[in-house]
Antibody, heavy 122, light 108 residues
Framework: EVQLVESGGGLFQPGGSLRLSCAAS????????MHWVRQAPGKGLEWVSR????????IYADSVKGRILVSRDNAKRTLYLQLSSLRAEDTAVYYC???????????????WGQGTLVTVSS | DIQMTQSPSSLSASIGDRVTITCRAS??????LNWYQQKPGKAPKVLIY???RLESGVPSRFSGSGSGTDFTLTISSLQPEDFATYYC??????????FGQGTRLEIK
């Protein structure tokens, strides 16, 4: 069974930084491209980032570019998101998600984690 | 960026009703259009990918159609478990991937 479990959320100060993790199991993690999607409270879905299977290529949304680093450790089957210079508008549930192998260039998200809530507030 | 606009933003319907939700793209996205269902406190779940391909395990009362800029999600006979928020998502351009603003489907 595919499982994605995010962790690392919590209350963070404006201007601070965070690192989220997404632990994967039940599939060949090292062979999959992975994405982060976030959802502000009561709002819609916002795509954040994509990383390819070996971690050599990443792309980011403009809203986080310059403040974000997404990486992965395939040996640990874990995806990471580091976000700095936190702003109130970064407050959201952060989801990691997978894309079916045949869909990497035109992705849809077939498995999602349960999400981890990040709150940026003083 | 490709803007995705859903209509209506909210909808009230009864069990057994046929419901249609529309998604319009700001430019042609061919058939790279996907639909998700999200219930409160839960992650989204994919229903349909590439306009009309039903994800495994999704009931056949869900269907999708369209191409280019205009797309629809249809639920042929609403069931109690279908009351949720629905999102469209384009995968024609992956930088960035964009979602519609959502359509909240409520019980009348």
């Amino acid at each position: 069974e595919v499982q994605l479990v995010e962790s690392g959320g919590g209350l963070f100060q404006p201007g601070g930084s965070l690192r989220l993790s997404c632990a994967a199991s039940g599939f060949n993690f090292g062979g999959y491209w992975m994405h982060w999607v976030r959802q502000a409270p009561g709002k819609g879905l916002e795509w954040v980032s994509r990383i390819n299977s070996d971690g050599s290529n990443t792309i980011y949304a403009d809203s986080v570019k310059g403040r974000i680093l997404v990486s992965r450790d395939n040996a640990k089957r874990t995806l990471y998101l580091q976000l700095s210079s936190l702003r109130a508008e970064d407050t959201a549930v952060y989801y990691c998600a997978t894309v079916p192998p045949q869909q990497w260039l035109a992705p849809y998200f077939d498995y999602w984690g349960q999400g981890t809530l990040v709150t940026v507030s003083s | 960026d490709i803007q995705m606009t859903q209509s209506p933003s909210s909808l009230s319907a009864s069990i057994g009703d046929r419901v249609t939700i529309t998604c319009r793209a700001s430019q042609s996205i061919s058939t790279y259009l996907n639909w998700y269902q999200q219930k409160p406190g839960k992650a989204p779940k994919v229903l349909i990918y590439e306009v009309s391909r039903l994800e495994s395990g999704v009931p056949s009362r869900f269907s999708g159609s369209g191409s280019g800029t205009d797309f629809t999600l249809t639920i042929s006979s609403l069931q109690p478990e279908d009351f949720a928020t629905y999102y469209c998502q384009q995968s024609y351009s992956t930088l960035p991937i964009t979602f519609g603003q959502g359509t909240r489907l409520e019980i009348k």
